[in-house]
């Protein structure tokens, strides 16, 4: 049973990790909670079902690789667009007027809540699945059981955090978001455009989101308000993990997932977000710096 | 006609919200965004005492915002000491907490079945029922907050707590207790949330966990901001606009399936148009720090 409650926290816990990664990414250069993130990775999970639903009706075939290809593509990129799309129609006029924080918040309140809606108005409310094939029994490792779609989802959220560790210490553009995260100004004064970082920030950031939609739609279901609890577990992994810190997010992400499901090992399931916002409590109070123990400005905690 | 005065006691009621909520967003800066949460507290506190052990609404109403209040000091004591989108995380934080409480928590509060049957109020034995005689009721209710929070906002403590929203750290110079302030603030509003909320609840007769969603506080600060941070009037303004305008959508004939949603998408958008506009609100006098 501790062996299977800890596979499962480590699966949640890699798609919590890869969530809060891409947040991490956009808040770092901007410094505002965009919680409209949340949205952009639900806009992921139902391109998907777009085109697989399109692909079913058109070729009446499910779960083809080219089917596959386009899926991934497509709401990938969608993801990308709606969330560049967000950052140039709404944060970038806010940014000209320099508002405070909480103005950004209160905004991306709004877009959040105006996507999700949309998405509703589009889909309706129900519960929406993707058709993957027939259903497989798990492989039996270690006494849990994990199914292929398990390993994927394990496999690829390991790979995104790893590769997108490696492009922001190594690629150019990472290091240049990395100058442009530590002083706007100075970055600016060597040469890096801060909206051209920032404009990259979203873009990446969004795909990222969209990946963990789609990630999370082989496992469990959509619907429109899917965004809501994965960007408040964003939020609290980055928070817990160090808010700003690329291996604190995926650390909290990764500590998120198995505190939750250790949680419920007593308790019913339902209480999981109370676990997730009692851990975030307690580390807001004890540890603001999270695991990885970042300095958060003064003025702000 | 009966369905207009249903309109207006529900505007009633959430012009006691934004009214609560003006006072610790508003006039003390502080950015609370879980007010659904207190008012879902005192909603099920009265709702629970009248259902299982027969206690009046009118005192289930009084220990149902009493609840509220000690609520807001159990959450106010860790959480105010955070500032700007701390805190608002940390108080979105209490509004998941609270909206999961009520809808896990099966052997009292029923869960998503939530609680039907709740008593109505009853003047000298005789029970309330028609719209009219509680639209009355509710005014009662929104006239006696708003002379408080009136008397509050006039006071010298209610200079204070602009002193504190102005510039904490000044406040704090002229020997202000400012956390002190800000807990009582904070207990203010959390107490006439949970009013609002028993209100509601012997009003409709009928509770459920969907009522107090994290979208709900969302939308009542939608109407502090909308109406105006720091201005009474426009609390009645923001709440009035906010509940009757989308009503007009269904007079158009759009099915529920459509307005719901089209409902939340207009919210969306005015936060946004707000925010880029007039971060202040139509009639505020205070702008986000």
């Not at chain 1, 009446?60 to 596959?68: A, V």
């Not at chain 1, 690629?171 to 002083?183: F, I, P, T």
């Not at chain 2, 009013?195 to 109407?223: K, Q, R, W």
Request: charged share 10%.
């Amino acid at each position: 049973m501790l062996k299977q409650l800890l596979l499962n926290g480590a699966i949640i816990g890699g798609i919590y990790a890869l969530i809060a990664l891409s947040f991490t990414i956009i808040y770092r250069t901007v410094k505002f909670f965009h919680f409209a993130h949340g949205v952009v990775y639900a806009v992921g999970a139902y391109f998907a079902y777009a085109v697989f639903s399109c692909w079913f009706l058109v070729f009446s075939e499910e779960g083809s690789y080219l089917s596959w290809i386009v899926a991934v593509l497509a709401s990938v990129t969608g993801a990308g667009i709606v969330g560049v799309l967000i950052d140039r129609l709404v944060y970038l006029p806010l940014r000209r007027h320099k508002a405070p924080n909480l103005v950004f918040l209160i905004a991306s309140f709004g877009v959040f809540i105006f996507i999700q809606n949309l998405l509703q108005l589009i889909y309706g409310a129900q519960i929406l699945t993707i058709r993957t094939g027939p259903v497989k029994e798990g492989h039996h490792i270690l006494g849990a059981v994990i199914t292929d779609t398990q390993i994927l989802i394990l496999v690829v959220s390991v790979f995104l955090c790893v590769a997108l560790w490696l492009f922001v210490k190594k690629a150019k553009l990472g290091k240049a978001m990395r100058a442009v995260a530590d002083d706007p100004l100075a970055a600016s004064v060597v040469g890096i455009n801060p909206e051209r970082i920032i404009l990259a920030a979203f873009a990446i950031g969004s795909v990222l989101a969209g990946a963990a939609g789609i990630l999370v739609s082989l496992e469990t279901n959509i619907e429109p308000t899917m965004g809501m609890n994965a960007i408040l577990k964003g939020i609290i992994a980055s928070i817990i993990g160090g808010i700003g810190s690329i291996p604190g997010a995926m650390l909290g992400g990764l500590f998120l997932g198995i505190a939750e499901n250790l949680g419920i090992w007593k308790i019913s399931a339902g209480w999981k977000d109370c676990i997730a916002f009692a851990i975030l409590i307690v580390f807001l109070l004890l540890r603001p710096g999270g695991i990885m123990g970042v300095k958060t400005q003064g003025e702000r905690l | 006609m009966e369905y207009f005065v249903h309109i207006l006691v529900i505007t009633g009621i959430y012009v006691i919200l934004t009214l609560s909520l003006n006072l610790v967003v508003g006039y003390t800066g502080l950015a609370a965004i879980g007010h659904a949460a207190f008012s879902c507290v005192g909603a099920y506190a009265s709702s629970l005492l009248a259902l299982n052990y027969g206690v009046s609404p009118w005192l289930g109403l009084l220990i149902g915002a009493c609840t509220a209040a000690v609520l807001g000091v159990v959450v106010g004591a860790p959480s105010l000491r955070l500032k700007g989108d701390y805190l608002a995380l940390a108080t979105l934080g209490l509004g998941v907490i609270v909206y999961s409480v009520a809808k896990n928590w099966m052997a009292v509060t029923r869960g998503p079945m939530g609680l039907p049957g709740i008593p109505g109020f009853s003047i000298f034995g005789v029970q309330i029922s028609e719209v009219w005689s509680y639209l009355i009721l509710v005014a009662v209710f929104v006239v006696l907050t708003y002379m408080v929070m009136r008397r509050v906002v006039e006071s010298p403590f209610g200079r204070i707590l602009r002193a504190i929203r102005d510039d904490e750290v000044a406040a704090l110079a002229m020997g202000k207790n400012v956390n002190k302030y800000k807990m009582l603030v904070f207990v203010v509003g959390a107490f006439f949330a949970g009013m609002a909320g028993s209100l509601y609840a012997h009003y409709i007769t009928f509770i459920d966990p969907s009522s107090f969603t994290v979208m709900e506080s969302i939308s009542i600060l939608l109407m502090v901001v909308f109406g105006g941070m720091g201005s009474l009037k426009g609390s009645f303004v923001g709440a009035a606009t906010l509940v009757i305008l989308p009503e007009l959508l269904r007079f158009v004939g759009m099915p529920s399936s459509v307005a719901a949603p089209l409902r939340q998408m207009i919210y969306g958008l005015l936060l946004i148009v707000l925010m880029l506009k007039r971060p202040q609100g139509i009639l505020g006098t205070y702008r986000w720090k």
